[in-house]
């Protein structure tokens, strides 16, 4: 026997079924999709999926998505004054991200500018 919102529910969800509203959905008739968050510890897994289908990604993937981006912008680059300031944000959104992470630093991520002075320096002709 069905108690106050659960019979409401049911009756909704029959008089939907006999409208044909459950009829030709996206993906019926195909297997579900499972997510693998076996590596999520199983108290945090309903709230991770609860903020991934809000739209609400930590700020950390935010920023590793970002550089990624940055990154993949500087390789085919060629104009050297828009290189340095695509540079100059690369290594803003690196320190942006080792501030907000509590680590070592040993283990934060290192920043572009230095191997670009080493090479910029290591091919320009000395006097």
């Given at each position: 026997?069905?108690?106050?919102?659960?019979?409401?529910v049911?009756?909704r969800?029959?008089?939907?079924q006999?409208?044909?509203?459950?009829?030709?959905?996206?993906g019926?008739?195909?297997p579900?999709?499972f997510?693998?968050?076996?590596?999520?510890?199983?108290?945090?897994?309903?709230?991770?999926k609860?903020l991934?289908?809000?739209?609400?990604?930590?700020?950390?993937?935010?920023?590793k998505?970002?550089?990624k981006q940055t990154?993949?912008?500087?390789?085919?680059?060629?104009?050297?004054?828009?290189?340095?300031?695509?540079?100059?944000?690369?290594?803003?959104?690196?320190?942006?991200?080792?501030s907000?992470?509590?680590?070592?630093?040993?283990?934060?991520?290192?920043?572009?500018y230095?191997e670009k002075?080493?090479?910029?320096?290591?091919?320009?002709?000395?006097?």
């Amino acid at each position: 026997m069905l108690y106050g919102f659960e019979k409401i529910v049911e009756e909704r969800i029959l008089k939907a079924q006999k409208r044909g509203e459950f009829e030709n959905l996206p993906g019926s008739g195909k297997p579900l999709a499972f997510e693998d968050n076996r590596f999520v510890s199983e108290e945090l897994r309903l709230a991770y999926k609860i903020l991934k289908n809000a739209d609400c990604v930590p700020v950390e993937i935010k920023l590793k998505k970002e550089i990624k981006q940055t990154e993949d912008l500087l390789v085919g680059m060629q104009e050297t004054s828009e290189k340095y300031r695509i540079l100059k944000k690369l290594n803003f959104l690196i320190m942006k991200l080792n501030s907000t992470r509590d680590t070592l630093i040993a283990h934060e991520m290192p920043q572009v500018y230095t191997e670009k002075l080493i090479e910029r320096f290591g091919t320009s002709k000395t006097c």
